[in-house]
């Protein structure tokens, strides 16, 4: 009887483990298909195919320091679904689903979203307090480009590259990364390009931590620095 009782719980925790640990293929990539088709439909409600997004929404659901400063700590998570015109809406959920997608199929559906999340709100909140000093220049350049706001989950698309090139443990991989998150910055020219040097290597150490034990240490880490640098921020 009591084996009976322990068989499901004894499976959960081997899904778990494997998931972790990278050794069960998943057949569908479902945390890349539903981010993916998130983005997609939030393009479409606001309707971003049409015109760009309008301002005033992008104001109260983008990420950045003017966000900060107004307390608006939950648009670190409003700001991965919003794109800025058609062009981003028609390649964001292209590139997060197939990004995501290879990483997912070769580590599991738990690890893929852990990169994912890690990727983006570490890379989103670390930029805008990296350039918060600007503000204080007074230059209206650089005040503006401090006040840059992020838009589009780019930066989970950096992290599952990284964690890609990890797990693939090729050196080319690693400098096919690397390369492609600095020509991405050079020919886009936005400060929030920034956070894909943050969110490449976050997914990169993310999937170096293969013992489940350690990867829960390694989330409480993350979501400790998430909150307390989300906490700085709103005293600035």
Same mark, same amino acid.
């Given at each position: 009887?009591?084996?009976?009782?322990?068989?499901?719980?004894?499976?959960?925790?081997?899904? *778990?483990?494997?998931?972790? &640990?990278?050794?069960?293929?998943?057949?569908?990539?479902?945390?890349?298909?539903?981010?993916?088709?998130?983005? *997609?439909?939030?393009?479409?409600? %606001?309707? #971003?195919?049409? /015109?760009?997004?309008?301002?005033?929404?992008?104001?109260?659901?983008?990420?950045?320091?003017?966000?900060?400063?107004?307390? !608006?700590?939950?648009?670190?998570?409003?700001?991965?679904?919003?794109?800025? &015109?058609?062009?981003?809406?028609?390649?964001?959920?292209?590139?997060?689903?197939?990004?995501?997608?290879?990483?997912?199929? !070769?580590? @599991?559906?738990?690890?893929?979203?852990?990169?994912?999340?890690? @990727? /983006?709100?570490?890379?989103?909140?670390?930029?805008?307090?990296?350039?918060?000093?600007?503000?204080?220049?007074?230059?209206?350049?650089?005040?503006?480009?401090?006040?840059?706001? &992020?838009?589009?989950?780019?930066?989970?698309?950096?992290?599952?590259?990284?964690? +890609?090139?990890? !797990?693939?443990?090729? !050196?080319?991989?690693?400098?096919?990364?690397?390369?492609?998150?600095?020509?991405?910055? +050079?020919?886009?020219?936005?400060?929030? &390009?920034?956070?894909?040097?943050?969110?490449?290597?976050? @997914?990169?150490?993310?999937?170096?931590?293969?013992?489940?034990?350690?990867?829960?240490?390694?989330?409480? *880490?993350?979501?400790?620095? %998430? #909150?307390?640098?989300?906490?700085?921020?709103?005293? *600035?």
């Amino acid at each position: 009887m009591v084996s009976v009782v322990a068989t499901p719980f004894v499976h959960s925790r081997r899904l *778990l483990r494997e998931s972790l &640990d990278g050794h069960r293929e998943p057949e569908l990539p479902w945390v890349a298909a539903t981010l993916a088709i998130s983005v *997609l439909f939030t393009a479409i409600v %606001t309707g #971003v195919f049409a /015109h760009q997004i309008a301002a005033p929404l992008a104001a109260r659901g983008s990420f950045g320091l003017p966000s900060l400063e107004a307390h !608006r700590w939950w648009t670190v998570g409003t700001s991965f679904l919003f794109t800025r &015109d058609w062009f981003m809406a028609s390649t964001m959920p292209i590139c997060l689903f197939v990004s995501i997608a290879l990483y997912e199929r !070769r580590a @599991g559906h738990m690890r893929a979203l852990a990169v994912a999340v890690t @990727g /983006h709100v570490t890379g989103s909140i670390i930029v805008a307090l990296a350039f918060a000093p600007l503000v204080l220049t007074h230059v209206p350049m650089l005040v503006r480009a401090a006040s840059n706001l &992020d838009f589009g989950g780019s930066m989970a698309v950096a992290a599952a590259c990284g964690a +890609l090139a990890s !797990r693939l443990d090729d !050196r080319r991989a690693v400098w096919v990364v690397v390369l492609t998150v600095v020509l991405a910055l +050079l020919l886009h020219h936005q400060m929030s &390009d920034w956070g894909h040097f943050v969110a490449a290597p976050a @997914g990169y150490l993310a999937d170096r931590v293969r013992r489940p034990s350690h990867a829960r240490v390694a989330l409480v *880490l993350v979501v400790l620095l %998430t #909150v307390g640098l989300t906490w700085f921020g709103t005293q *600035l």
